[in-house]
Nanobody, 127 residues
Framework: HVQLVESGGGSAQAGGSLRLPCAAR????????MGWIRQVSGKEREVVAA????????FYSDSVKGRFTISQDSARNTVYLQMNDLKPEDSAMYYC?????????????????????WGQGTQVTVS
């Protein structure tokens, strides 16, 4: 059973910052990739950032590169999305998401992959 618990979100002025934490609660896994997906009603969803949990490697979509930073506290299976220089087009529902390998292989990680596990989502509004 996998549970992704998000917090943070809310409203910010353009140019401002917000931080989104997400904790993963699951059994033992071989490797994990955690990321953030944003969705605006009527538009295609976008994986904006991803990170290997407990390892090296961060990945970003072009739309947020240089403004957003994904980081981790691997001891707590928690990742954070620091969003700086926010723009109105960053307004969306943000979902914490994850890919796990419970077998022998190392899971792949990038922003162009599917994430089977999602959190409940948190709204970000930039005005």
């Amino acid at each position: 059973h996998v549970q992704l618990v998000e917090s943070g979100g809310g409203s910010a002025q353009a140019g401002g910052s917000l931080r989104l934490p997400c904790a993963a609660r699951t059994g033992t896994f071989r490797s994990a990739c955690m990321g953030w997906i944003r969705q605006v009603s009527g538009k295609e969803r976008e994986v904006v950032a991803a990170i290997y949990l407990g390892g090296d490697g961060t990945f970003y979509s072009d739309s947020v590169k240089g403004r957003f930073t994904i980081s981790q506290d691997s001891a707590r299976n928690t990742v954070y999305l620091q969003m700086n220089d926010l723009k109105p087009e960053d307004s969306a529902m943000y979902y914490c998401a994850a890919r796990f390998s419970f077998a022998w292989y190392k899971i792949s990680c990038n922003v162009d992959l599917d994430f089977p596990y999602w959190g409940q989502g948190t709204q970000v509004t930039v005005s």
